[in-house]
């Protein structure tokens, strides 16, 4: 299970409108709890980003790294780690 800290929890309250259209945390305990059940990932790097989604099968042809991290589902944390949450 991954471990959600403060920066990753704040992130995902301050974005996560770019993927629901209504909040669905209000606090970091909420918003803690919502992507434990999700199964939201935080990774480290763009390469692990790429890696996510090879592993769950999205097919990456003529897609670009940048174009990646524009997803809806990825969110930049803000020191250097991505959070992936499944709409």
């Given at each position: 299970m991954n471990e959600f800290d403060d920066l990753v929890l704040a992130c995902f309250?301050?974005?996560?409108s770019r993927l629901f259209p209504e909040k669905?945390?209000?606090t970091l305990d909420?918003?803690?709890?919502f992507l434990e059940e999700?199964?939201?990932m935080v990774v480290n790097t763009v390469d692990e980003v790429w890696e996510y989604f090879e592993?769950?099968?999205l097919d990456?042809?003529?897609?670009t790294k940048d174009e990646l991290l524009e997803a809806?589902?990825?969110f930049a944390?803000?020191?250097?780690r991505y959070l992936i949450v499944q709409g």
């Open positions: 309250l301050k974005k996560q669905v945390a209000e909420e918003a803690e709890a999700s199964m939201a592993e769950e099968g990456l042809n003529g897609l809806e589902e990825v944390v803000g020191d250097g």
